[in-house]
């Protein structure tokens, strides 16, 4: 009977195991629908719709903190994001990751619209001022962000709009 009762709840545990989530997706399966499938299906305005939809995104997950923002890159699996300088009217981030490193070898010049956007929105939403992000390839594996913003150019809502 006891063994009976071991071999049941070996069985629910394995059940709840496999209905569970995957704790990560196969940087194969990420690669292939960022890297190749979203280009093809973009064209040219691939860096300027995957802008555009990464401030989108930031929306939807809107995060308080640069520190919140450097934890959802990771969690995403977008990279490393670290700051390297900051002033008062503009910073500059750098990303890395693997997942880079293999952008550059399938693509001769990927993009990180998608990521630019994401960061543009987040800063914007925190700073409370209109901002932009243009990123630069520092070496083959780091890209740089360089967020800009205007404390006279104020977002709406922030004076009561």
């Known amino acids: 009977m006891e063994q009976h009762e071991d071999i049941q709840h070996n069985e629910e545990a394995t059940a709840e195991k496999e209905n569970k989530p995957a704790a990560g997706v196969p940087a194969f399966a990420y690669e292939l629908l960022k890297n190749i499938l979203l280009p093809d299906l973009l064209g040219k305005e691939e860096r300027n719709i ?17 520190e919140e923002m450097v ?3 990771a969690e995403a699996g977008w990279g490393n994001l670290i700051i390297v300088e900051m ?12 997942l880079i490193d293999k952008r550059f070898d399938l693509q001769d ?5 998608l990521e630019a956007g994401f960061i543009a929105e987040q800063v914007q939403n925190q700073r409370k001022c209109i901002t932009e992000t243009y990123e630069t390839v520092k070496r083959k594996n780091k890209i740089h962000f360089t967020v800009q913003w205007d404390r006279k150019d104020e977002t709406a809502g922030e004076e009561g709009a």
């Open 50 to 66: 995957l802008y555009w939809a990464g401030r989108k995104l930031a929306r939807k997950f809107p995060l308080g903190s640069t």
């Open 109 to 113: 010049n990927p993009t990180f619209g």
């Open 71 to 73: 934890h959802f890159f």
């Open 87 to 98: 002033n008062k009217n503009e910073m500059v981030l750098e990303l890395s990751s693997n």
